[in-house]
């Protein structure tokens, strides 16, 4: 299991724009993606947003899973979380 | 009790916005899934007939092949078009232009059996290229086709075998020119600017063994400039009108050979094929325009030939894939891996070729490297394309592949896959089967002192 956290600066809105005021960058992210952002505002952990993945959406817990990480890497290669 | 609906999933994906040049294309508003293809779900054509699966619209190419056909007919009173076997050699695609009004253009001795089994007359084979053995000669001599002679070599050596015959072959020489476009193509046929063409028409003439019929040029491939066109067929009329006036002989056909664009986009291409490729009727107005003012007397108008092939064909082809997997590069670039390549899509060298999801998807996209399945670093699809959140399974298609593909693909690494026909009915038929490891070891042998080993 794993905690992290989205940086203060990152700011998302409901249609899937995401400001990073620390940096100036800006990103689009589609729902799924924007709910995982609010996900990880309210301090998930990883193995909590899969299961509330795999109970909202018709997905399979591997795809949810490689999703899930694939997704994370990206957050963290875009300097928006702190592990 | 109530039951909580699930939501639709969609992989997560976020993009960097970058405020880059504007340019005048303006951001991609979306993806049209092409999920059907002549009536045909693409998941019904891939669960019957397998993934990777390449696909043909008989609709497609009877619709471009009349609409090639009228360009020049509406224009010019006596049109042949002959069909290019190497661009697409496929039995069932050529008899759909045959059955269309088409002949047959050849470049081998395996292309010209091709069209004599696929029951082309002989004297509607144009036999073209540089490679015919003498054999390959007397076959052609025989048979009454017309062979466009390539180099001096080729025209000694068809004297020499039609003498032995006994037999007068039909004739024509292939000529290369400046058409002001660069590459000039003179590799193939006789030079028309330092007089090799005429030396080699006199030779022919005088030495009274064959019969000149024609002439013959291809100034180019993926011409999008129409104008070399004009020049071509005001150079090809020249030579033809100088032969009736020297030597009293009427040239029976111009053959205007091929080279018209199709709609693909080239690699490093600023604008996209559809928006810059030429239309039928810009082709057929530099050359139709030409020879009818080139100075025949109208009932002496040669018959054209045009032996146009990709522009004929590469609409008609399709080639269904399934993603094999997903990945990130180093840099966060997502890669997506299909279960075909450069193997089967030998124009990915060249094209940047468009690709659809076969399968409703997302309108949020993500820059994406698209790679084939081989083991081999230069097995890449498409270098930077956007793509929406594809998962393992779901299935994409490519299209205009109907050219070059099915007769330069590759047995390399992993077998080819079925080829399928759609009929004028919407009901598919296999054309060619895939191929099994047996079809290719059954060509092999092994030595006696090899067929044991311990290991």
């Known amino acids: 299991m794993f905690f992290m956290k989205l940086k203060k600066s990152v700011a998302i809105s409901e249609n899937g724009f995401v400001f990073n005021a620390s940096r100036g960058d800006s990103f689009s992210t589609n729902p799924t993606g924007t709910r995982i952002l609010d996900w990880l505002r309210e301090g998930k952990t990883d193995t909590e947003m899969k299961t509330l993945l ?9 795809t949810c899973e490689k999703d899930l990480y694939d997704f994370i890497k990206m957050l963290n290669q875009q300097n928006l979380i702190e592990a | 009790m109530e039951t909580l609906q699930k939501l639709k999933y969609e992989r997560p994906v976020i993009k960097q916005l970058n405020a880059g040049v504007t340019t005048k294309f303006g951001a991609q508003t979306g993806f ?11 998941k019904d054509l891939t669960a019957r007939f397998g993934s990777p699966l390449f696909v043909i619209s008989e609709r ?7 609409e090639a056909y009228n360009a020049f007919a509406n224009r010019y009173p006596n049109v042949q078009f002959a069909w290019s076997y190497k661009t697409n050699y496929m039995n069932a695609v050529c008899r759909v232009f045959h059955q269309e009004g088409s002949w047959a253009e050849v470049v081998s001795r395996f292309e010209y059996e091709k069209a004599l089994g696929n029951g082309v007359p002989g004297d509607k084979i144009i036999f073209n290229g540089p490679d015919k053995t003498a054999d390959d000669h007397r076959v052609a001599v025989l048979n009454n086709s017309p062979i466009h002679i390539d180099h001096f070599d080729e025209l000694y050596g068809l004297m020499e075998v039609s003498t032995k015959l006994g037999k007068r072959p039909k004739v024509a020489i292939r000529v290369n020119m400046d058409t002001g476009v660069q590459p000039m193509w003179d590799r193939f046929g006789f030079n028309y600017e330092n007089g090799q063409a005429w030396d080699a028409i006199t030779k022919i003439i005088q030495t009274d063994k064959m019969d000149l019929v024609g002439l013959h040029c291809h100034v180019g491939t993926f011409m999008l400039a129409t104008s070399a066109y004009a020049v071509a067929a005001s150079k090809m009329a020249d030579l033809a009108l100088n032969i009736k006036r020297q030597f009293g002989l009427d040239i029976q056909y111009l053959d205007m050979g091929g080279g018209f664009a199709s709609k693909n986009t080239l690699k490093g291409a600023y604008l996209s094929g559809t928006d810059i490729t030429p239309s039928f009727h810009d082709y057929a107005e530099q050359i139709c ?7 025949f007397r109208s009932e002496e108008l040669p018959l054209l030939i045009l032996e146009t092939g990709r522009a004929l064909i590469d609409d008609a082809g399709y080639l269904l894939g399934t993603v094999l997997a997903n ?23 060249w094209y940047e070729h468009a690709v659809s999801p076969a399968q409703d998807c997302s309108q949020y996209a993500e820059d994406a490297i698209l790679y084939g399945p081989l083991c081999m670093n230069i097995d890449v699809v498409r270098e930077n394309v956007k793509l929406p959140p594809l998962n393992k399974g779901d299935q994409m298609v490519v299209h205009r592949v109907g050219a ?11 077998l080819r896959p079925n080829i399928v026909l759609i009929d004028l009915d919407g009901q598919p038929h296999l054309i060619r089967k895939h191929e099994t490891v047996e079809d290719l070891t059954q060509l092999e042998s092994t030595p006696a002192h090899l067929e044991s080993f311990d290991l």
């Open chain 1, 54 to 62: 795999l109970e909202k959406y018709e997905i399979d817990e591997a």
């Open chain 2, 60 to 66: 497609t190419i009877r619709q471009t092949y009349q």
């Open chain 2, 289 to 295: 325009t030409t020879l009818i003012k080139a100075g």
């Open chain 2, 32 to 42: 049209i899934p092409h999920t059907h293809i002549d009536g045909l779900a693409v």
């Open chain 2, 404 to 414: 070059y593909n099915m007769t330069q693909w590759m047995q390399f690494i992993s």
């Open chain 2, 327 to 349: 990945k990130r590069l180093s840099d966060g670039r997502r890669a997506t891996i299909m279960d075909f390549g450069v193997n089967l899509l030998f124009t990915s060298f």
